[in-house]
T-cell receptor, first 114, second 111 residues
């Protein structure tokens, strides 16, 4: 099992460009999450999907959109990238309620916006 | 507003030198407190879940404890491979599936 996979691993964008970060999990988990991690700020939740077909905002959703394509895949889109979105982005997944705090993380995408 | 504060920010120990990391939290109705380990350049890895004050969990050289206001991660006789950033997160009783993370403690164990 690959666990949680993310693509790409690195990306450099210019201000105003758009891109989609891809995430997939092969653990048959219901819930999936997108976080960003900035120095001194800890992990902050951007969006999450409690189950296939549902998405909800997290702590810092502005400037992002998400799509839960199916049970395995959860993508994060930046429509018009800004330098403030320079960060490391992590996707995570967890099993059904009762254990969803035990999250499995992907390796991350390092995004730089110039 | 839910808050999680970890201390110290960074800690250097000699191999075999035991110590503790602190996670203090402010949340209305704690449902769970979680510890994660993060190695440089990688995603966090789940370690423990604690649900109620007085609860303890152990794994190898690590032991996590919980009180009504804080959690401790005790590291006994650490080895260099225990070097990592340790993250604490809380889940509140009400609301949706959201974890609030602390900023982490960067632990370095020197041989």
């Amino acid at each position: 099992n690959a666990g949680v996979t993310q693509t790409p691993k690195f990306q450099v964008l210019k201000t105003g460009q758009s891109m989609t970060l891809q995430c997939a999990q092969d653990m048959n988990h219901n819930s999936m999450y997108w976080y960003r991690q900035d120095p001194g700020m800890g992990l902050r939740l951007i969006y999450y999907s409690a189950s296939e077909g549902t998405t909800d905002k997290g702590e810092v959703p502005n400037g992002y959109n998400v799509s839960r394509l199916n049970k395995r895949e959860f993508s994060l889109r930046l429509e018009s990238a800004a330098p403030s979105q320079t960060s490391v982005y992590f996707c995570a997944s967890s099993a059904r309620s009762g254990r969803w705090g035990e999250q499995f993380f992907g390796p991350g995408t390092r995004l730089t916006v110039l | 507003e839910d808050q999680v504060t970890q201390s110290p920010e960074a800690l250097r120990l000699q191999e075999g030198e035991s110590s503790s990391l602190n996670c203090s939290y402010t949340v209305s109705g704690l449902r769970g407190l979680f510890w994660y380990r993060q190695d440089p350049g990688k995603g966090p890895e789940f370690l423990f879940t604690l649900y109620s004050a007085g609860e303890e969990k152990e794994k190898e050289r690590l032991k996590a404890t919980l009180t009504k206001k804080e959690s401790f991660l005790h590291i006994t006789a650490p080895k260099p491979e225990d070097s990592a950033t340790y993250l604490c997160a809380v889940q509140r009783d009400q609301g949706a599936q959201k974890l609030v993370f602390g900023q982490g403690t960067r632990l370095t164990i020197n041989p």
